[in-house]
Nanobody, 117 residues
Framework: QVQLVESGGGLVQPGGSLRLSCEASGSIFSIYNMAWYRQAPGKQRELVAIITSGGSINSADSVLGRFTISRDNAKNTAYLQMNLLKPEDTAVYYC???????????WGQGTQVTVSS
């Protein structure tokens, strides 16, 4: 079992920055692939970025050059640094942990990010 708690969401103006954190507990954090997803009102949940247990990273085209995913295995925490935020980035952001062998997946409760002037 893995428990995930996201934090760091909020209201920010266009062009601003936020850093989301996802703290994990209950299992060996370092073996999991960690990802951030988001879901805007009326839209499907979409992958934002993923960092594997080995440190490989993939990001959605829409956030390339603006968002950076990272992890600190010593702190059992994954991060999403979001810069140059746009109104279309407004969504609930979810942290996900996926076991690389079983494929079993865990989700956090989500944190709201609103980009508006």
């Amino acid at each position: 079992q893995v428990q995930l708690v996201e934090s760091g969401g909020g209201l920010v103006q266009p062009g601003g920055s936020l850093r989301l954190s996802c703290e994990a507990s209950g299992s060996i954090f370092s073996i999991y692939n960690m990802a951030w997803y988001r879901q805007a009102p009326g839209k499907q949940r979409e992958l934002v970025a993923i960092i594997t247990s080995g440190g490989s990273i993939n990001s959605a085209d829409s956030v390339l050059g603006r968002f950076t995913i990272s992890r600190d295995n010593a702190k059992n925490t994954a991060y999403l640094q979001m810069n140059l935020l746009k109104p279309e980035d407004t969504a609930v952001y979810y942290c996900n942990a996926e076991h690389p062998h079983s494929g079993y997946s865990y989700w956090g409760q989500g944190t709201q990010v609103t980009v508006s002037s």
